[in-house]
């Protein structure tokens, strides 16, 4: 039975310093759809509203 992730679990967790952290950000990163790093892609528009609260 395949088990999902929940990245609000990893966003608690994360450590800035930890190079295994950065350096599976970074793999997730390079296995993401290119349209979901666009900066006009839906989830970053309202990634960026936070800021302006």
């Known amino acids: 039975m395949k088990e999902n992730l929940n990245l609000i679990d990893f966003f608690e ?4 310093g930890n190079p295994y952290m950065m ?3 970074s793999e ?3 296995n ?3 349209k979901l790093l666009d900066k006009r892609s839906g989830w970053f528009l309202t990634w960026s509203q936070a800021k302006k609260k």
């Open 32 to 34: 993401l759809p290119e």
């Open 23 to 25: 350096a599976a950000i």
């Open 28 to 30: 997730l990163q390079d």
């Open 13 to 16: 967790h994360f450590d800035k």
